[in-house]
């Protein structure tokens, strides 16, 4: 994320800009590491000495200054806002002392609540997002939460309903950590626990919200996932090949094997949760900024895609390689490797040429630009060879996951063609599928096509989806709390917002995929 245009800001803009930032930096109490990269873009930014070191005393004595109403251009306000909004959560926690002093240099730069609090929600959702997941489990209730505390004897989680004093809870830890995936009663979970509701309280400022704490009422093993949490690098699951040693100390590295070609050495990188500040792009695509804390930074969009030096195949999932002896593929290598090799050829030869470089962890952003191209081919094999309807859909999901985020590396290099290109390739990917797709596929789905449409200007396409989700539900048979239910509320209040700023998210009003950056 980067600063608003501080070269258009006048000398009292800069210090009041630079006074919410020391504020919302000791809003909590103390000054996290994380915390403190912000504070010194806004040292850098000011030029009176003077100044500066009473931000410096704000910051050793823990007192936000006092913040009064600043009359700005309302872009440059609202990217202040968003700032501010990335820096309550870069210490990996939200206190309500945060959102307070959120909310007051908000009202300061003449925001209502509702603005404020959509901002300051999703904050909040973006710091969840990359959290442990759980289900929840207790009466008729079973939902899918964000564990934001965890230890030995409990773990901590925001419901949307209070709970009965001292309910019996069921909880299963799941192994994938990603909260996007959708509930349908089958993931991959550690060996449920007993656990019961200790205590709970209403979140200040999002009524009907409550944090809840679940003590845990039985013996912790480790077919849980609680110690997995606590201590992943001794439970991480990696094959038989073992970790290997990483340059930078915000991965964490194993050797997996290909299904296709028996190579036992494909170098795959996991990032370290929480080590990296991102910015999410128009499309909710994410970019990696800078370390969140003293770990090395890592661009990780240019290594996660795990590439087979041997034949060519290329993944930025784990399952889709073999972790152990034992590990079964989740396709079919025969019906894979037909054409396979004559298909992959020419990405493979590019990707040889290149040498180790392009199998480790410092690929340049072409050799990551690579890396996708040979994901796609492989999710587009993967696609070509699926056994039904639903295998067939995952596969083109993934596919689209690819060339989006490809598409971002494409921008960032310059290469605006290429990456509209890959939109347009991507609303071909999905539109095809689309009708066969269900509950949370399906509106992500739609989601990502309007906002697409609305980016090329293709508002009468962009219609269709919105139509489309206006009608998801109108018979009212969606139960309340379920993750569907609550998917479509998310779903809707997005192509709202987009359908609202439509004119600032085309092609013609932008020069990147973040309405942020700056010439």
């Not at 296709?260 to 999410?280: A, R």
């Not at 240019?302 to 152990?324: E, M, P, W």
């Not at 796609?376 to 039904?388: D, L, P």
């Not at 200007?457 to 989806?465: G, M, V």
Request: charged share 30%; aromatic share 8%.
């Amino acid at each position: 994320m980067q600063l608003p245009n501080l070269e258009e800001m006048s000398a009292e803009e800069k210090q009041w800009f630079a006074n919410s930032i020391a504020g919302m930096v000791v809003a909590d109490g103390h000054a996290d590491q994380s915390e403190m990269s912000f504070l010194r873009e806004a040292i850098n930014f000011m030029d009176d000495k003077d100044e500066i070191d009473k931000l410096m005393v704000i910051i050793k004595n823990g007192n936000p200054p006092e913040l009064g109403p600043l009359d700005i251009d309302p872009k440059q306000a609202f990217l202040m806002l968003k700032y501010l909004a990335q820096l309550m959560v870069a210490d990996a926690d939200l206190s309500t002392k945060e959102i307070s002093y959120f909310l007051l240099a908000g009202r300061s730069l003449s925001f209502n609540n509702e603005i404020l609090t959509k901002l300051w929600k999703g904050a909040r959702a973006l710091l969840e997002r990359d959290l442990p997941q759980a289900i929840v489990e207790t009466g008729s209730l079973k939902t899918k939460v964000s564990l934001i505390k965890v230890d030995e004897t409990g773990v901590t989680f925001r419901l949307g309903k209070a709970l009965m004093p001292k309910v019996k809870i069921m909880l299963y830890v799941l192994k994938s950590v990603h909260s996007e995936l959708p509930l349908k009663g089958n993931e991959e979970h550690w060996d449920p626990l007993d656990c019961k509701m200790e205590k709970q309280h209403q979140v200040k400022f999002d009524e009907g919200s409550y944090l809840v704490r679940a003590h845990i009422e039985q013996r912790l093993f480790e077919d849980h996932g609680i110690m997995q949490i606590l201590n992943p690098e001794d439970f991480a699951v990696v094959s038989d090949g073992g970790f290997f040693d990483t340059e930078k100390d915000s991965l964490l590295g194993s050797f997996l094997g290909c299904y296709v070609c028996d190579n036992t050495k494909i170098k795959f990188y996991v990032l370290h949760s929480k080590s990296m500040i991102t910015d999410p792009n128009i499309f909710g695509v994410s970019s990696f900024v800078r370390s969140a804390g003293e770990l090395k930074f890592c661009d990780f969009n240019l290594i996660q895609v795990a590439s087979c030096s041997k034949c060519g195949f290329s993944s930025n999932d784990k399952a889709h390689f073999k972790r152990q002896k034992t590990s079964e593929p989740t396709f079919s290598v025969e019906e894979f490797s037909k054409g396979w090799e004559e298909k992959i050829a020419p990405l493979l030869k590019k990707a040889q040429d290149i040498g180790e470089t392009f199998y480790g962890e410092e690929r340049d952003i072409q050799q990551g630009i690579l890396s996708y191209d040979l994901a796609i081919a492989t999710f587009e094999q993967m696609a070509s060879i699926a056994s039904n309807d639903n295998v067939k859909g995952a596969a083109l999901r993934k596919k689209a996951s690819m060339l989006m985020i490809q598409a971002e590396m494409l921008m960032e290099s310059k290469n605006r063609d290429a990456a509209e290109a890959n939109l347009k390739k991507t609303v071909d990917t999905l539109e095809p599928i689309f009708e066969s797709l269900e509950g949370l596929h399906l509106l992500h789905t739609c989601v990502l096509l309007f906002q697409i449409k609305i980016y090329l200007n293709d508002l009468q396409s962009a219609a269709q989806y919105m139509k489309f989700l206006d009608n998801y539900d109108t018979d009212g048979k969606l139960k309340e709390g379920t993750e569907e239910f609550k998917e479509l509320k998310v779903s809707s209040a997005k192509l709202k917002a987009t359908f609202d700023d439509h004119a600032i998210l085309t092609k013609e009003a932008i020069t990147h995929f973040h309405l942020d950056e700056e010439e």
